[in-house]
């Protein structure tokens, strides 16, 4: 874990909509945000990588 | 006085694993290497790894005394509003209500029949939709799967529409030492958990109330709380994958798998030898795969397994002991994995089953537990166990590599296991959680559900298998019931019932057919994961196994479907053909479709299926559909063993409650645990939490 810091006044807001949206706590908001805009840049695996990985769990082919 | 000498002893065999574990260390043990499953191994310089476990060592043996001390005062205060002193979760994964309450009317679980009469027995609602990985999430958080972001075992990749494990991603070591051919990774592969929120076990320890967590599903990778947690479900083998067997044969020409793999069994003068396959050296170039080779000597009237200086006996029809096996690596590290050998046949051809390579818990190459040294301390305890998420080999059996009798041995086996880490938890709980799941009721269920739905011979050894599970749960109820005291509330819970899985329902083939998915050169069919699909004009596509989702411009990366007015008359128009598709039978098999947004709000909806398929009892999404393939036929038999499913309707499938308090409440569901264990302990309720305290 590594700390970030806020200004008082966005830290303010951040726990105002984490609580309103339903999320467990201000960080938990934050790491959402964050990584939905980090997803978008993100390179997707290949196919035969998703293939390995999934091998073996039962409900699948 | 007991519990609390065995709590004491708890503190002192953490003291002395971690002085064993830095003592054993040694530059080419697999404490140092630590393997990403197919994304490498880490290793860690030796010298600076032994000095530091020294350390580590010392500190804790000097601190010890001050952390009882703290922690006698800090137990104190944390449990002066507490209810109860422990609570007992006892999990069985799939116990259908309907089979549970015949039985109990029969006489043969005496045991719930009693909790029941002197405590509450009653149905559980479960999730929308009613998977494992969903209910036990919600289970442990209070919250709707939109809020904890669990909605199937697979996510997709909204650039690449490739399905991926939701709960958890293991991916590439960042920094990497190129040395000419060698890669050394400096850094650990990241493992990230996709489950959101917090569990109640969290919340209990933030105010000083521990609780063990045993094979919870969903928690992997296991999270830093006060208490201990062995990790479950999502939890990798050594190869990275979700749990793949092997086969050595000498007939290797005669069958190939869809799932697990088939390698030749060669004939040799006293016997037979054979290599087996590990995980990928992404140390060196090319990533060529770690081997170890095996003989099979004959003996008299038996066979005996050669590997690695280890000699054991192989007899037909009966497993072997768990066997380490230590892959070595091109830059010298060991990688070190667990498996049982089954001699399966003997005449005229010889094959062994191997089962998946399970992470060994004495020397984990990714973590299993919290904290990390439990699981080595629970097999230093106990004896070696299963570590893989799903360890009950179902595709061995739905493959004919194994057979019904050697499935149930596997199962009970696991059975065992895990019954041994529960008792060793209720012993050494005085105050606080001691929570377990046993899959056994679920896998035995999807093997043998058959039997449930047929006149079977009197003779069939297998006709009672589903019987006989339940009562060795109940069993196990009647092992745990010495630990329930007038200060314990104990559950037993499941997540979901079972029902026959007849016939199976290709979502996507329906999607096709009817206009709303395209296959490139006008083809029927597709590949595995949507290979030759035409996303410029599909519209609606399926995924995992519960849901299928709209292509959402600005959402998905080739989306041609506009949020809002056009995706709202859309999902209308679907949902009312959708639920007109009849079998040739003139039955209906999708009883409702459900739209998501309508079940639950929260922070991770946009997540979730825009669909959840609520299958009518007899019939599931197909196997193949499931990972996007889009197959001739929309509606197909179910061949395989696996017979017994849940991902129906969840209304046809809720789970039970059992509990020693009185619970008034008309409609409990598994949501409402969480709250619950926090307010017997006097622990408000956070406001997140959707769930009702129940007690």
Not at chain 2, 82 to 87: D, L
Not at chain 2, 496 to 511: E, M, Q
Not at chain 2, 643 to 669: E, Y
């Amino acid at each position: 874990m590594t700390n970030i810091k806020l200004k008082k006044d966005l830290l303010s807001k951040v726990k105002k909509v984490a609580a309103a949206g339903g999320y467990s706590s201000p960080e938990e908001f934050i790491e959402h945000v964050l990584e939905r805009e980090i997803a978008k840049l993100e390179d997707a695996q290949s196919d035969e990588e998703i293939a390995r990985k999934l091998k073996g769990l039962g409900y699948i082919d | 006085m007991r519990s609390g000498r065995k709590r004491i002893g708890w503190e002192a065999i953490q003291v002395a694993i971690a002085i064993l574990a830095a003592l054993h260390s040694h530059p080419h043990s697999t404490q140092l290497a630590y393997i990403g499953p197919g994304a490498g191994f880490a290793f860690f310089g030796s010298f600076l790894t032994l000095v530091a476990g020294l350390f580590m060592s010392l500190l804790s043996i000097l601190q010890w005394p001050f952390r009882m001390a703290r922690r006698a005062l800090r137990s104190r205060k944390s449990f002066r509003k507490a209810r109860v002193k422990k609570i007992i979760f006892l999990g069985l994964d799939g116990l259908d209500p309907r089979l549970t309450e015949r039985m109990m009317a029969e006489g043969k679980l005496p045991n719930l029949a009693r909790l029941a009469a002197e405590g509450t027995y009653k149905r559980l609602r479960t999730t929308f939709p009613a998977l494992s990985p969903v209910a036990w999430s919600t289970f442990a958080t209070g919250v709707s799967p939109a809020r904890h972001n669990i909605f199937d075992f697979l996510d997709r990749s909204l650039k690449s529409y490739q399905p991926r494990l939701s709960s958890a991603r293991v991916g590439q070591p960042e920094r990497v030492l190129r040395l000419g051919r060698f890669r050394i990774p400096l850094s650990r592969p990241p493992i990230e958990f996709r489950r959101k929120s917090q569990p109640f076990w969290t919340i209990l320890g933030n105010q000083g109330i521990g609780s063990t967590i045993l094979r919870v599903p969903i928690t992997f990778p296991p999270e830093k709380f006060d208490g201990k947690m062995l990790s479950a479900m999502a939890t990798p083998d050594l190869k990275g994958t979700q749990g793949s067997f092997s086969q050595f044969t000498t007939s290797i020409e005669k069958a190939t798998y869809e799932n697990g793999s088939r390698y030749p069994l060669r004939r040799a003068a006293d016997g037979f030898a054979g290599e087996i396959e590990g995980p990928l050296d992404t140390c060196v170039d090319g990533a060529p795969i770690l081997r170890i080779p095996f003989r099979v000597a004959r003996r008299a009237s038996s066979f005996e397994l050669r590997i690695e200086g280890q000699r054991c006996p192989l007899n037909r029809g009966e497993y072997t002991g768990w066997q380490r096996l230590t892959f070595r690596t091109a830059i010298g590290a060991k990688v070190s994995g667990m498996v049982r050998f089954l001699l399966t046949e003997t005449e005229p051809e010889f094959s062994i089953y191997m089962s998946p390579i399970n992470i060994d818990p004495e020397r984990p190459a990714l973590p299993l537990s919290h904290p990390p040294y439990y699981a080595a301390y629970l097999a230093n305890l106990l004896g070696s166990f299963a570590t893989v998420g799903m360890a009950e080999d179902t595709w061995a059996l739905n493959e004919g590599v194994i057979d019904e009798d050697a499935f149930l041995k596997q199962a009970y086996s696991i059975f065992e296991e895990r019954e041994a880490m529960f008792l060793d938890a209720l012993e050494s709980t005085r105050r606080g959680v001691a929570a377990c799941v046993f899959d056994t009721s679920d896998r035995i269920q999807h093997m043998f559900y058959r039997n449930m739905c047929r006149e079977t011979d009197a003779q069939d050894p297998h006709a009672r298998v589903i019987e006989e599970m339940y009562q060795r749960m109940d069993a196990l109820l009647a092992k745990t019931l010495p630990f329930v005291d007038s200060g314990t509330a104990l559950f037993v819970v499941s997540d979901h019932g079972f029902c026959a899985f007849r016939r199976a329902v290709n979502i996507n083939s329906w999607l096709r057919d009817n206009g709303y998915l395209y296959l490139q050169n006008g083809d029927r069919e597709s590949g595995s994961f949507f290979q030759g699909v035409d996303w410029s004009r599909t519209r609606a596509y399926a995924l995992g196994l519960s849901g299928f989702y709209l292509n959402i411009k600005d959402r998905e990366a080739c989306g041609v479907v506009s949020s809002g007015r056009e995706a709202d008359e859309l999902k209308h128009e679907i949902i009312g053909k959708l639920a007109k598709l009849g079998d040739q039978d003139g039955a209906i098999p999708i009883r409702t479709v459900y739209e998501t947004a309508s079940l639950y709000r929260g922070p991770y909806l946009e997540a979730a299926p825009d669909f959840i398929v609520g299958y009518n009892e007899g019939y599931r999404c197909s196997w193949e559909g499931a990972v996007g393939k889009v197959a001739m036929e929309v509606l197909s038999d179910n061949p395989k063993a696996w017979s017994g499913d849940h991902c129906v309707d969840p209304v046809l499938v809720p789970g039970v409650l059992f509990s020693n308090r009185r619970i008034d409440a008309n409609d409990p569901g598994i949501e409402d645990l969480a709250p619950t264990a926090l307010n017997l302990f006097g622990v408000q309720p956070p406001a997140w939490m959707e769930g009702k305290a129940l007690l």
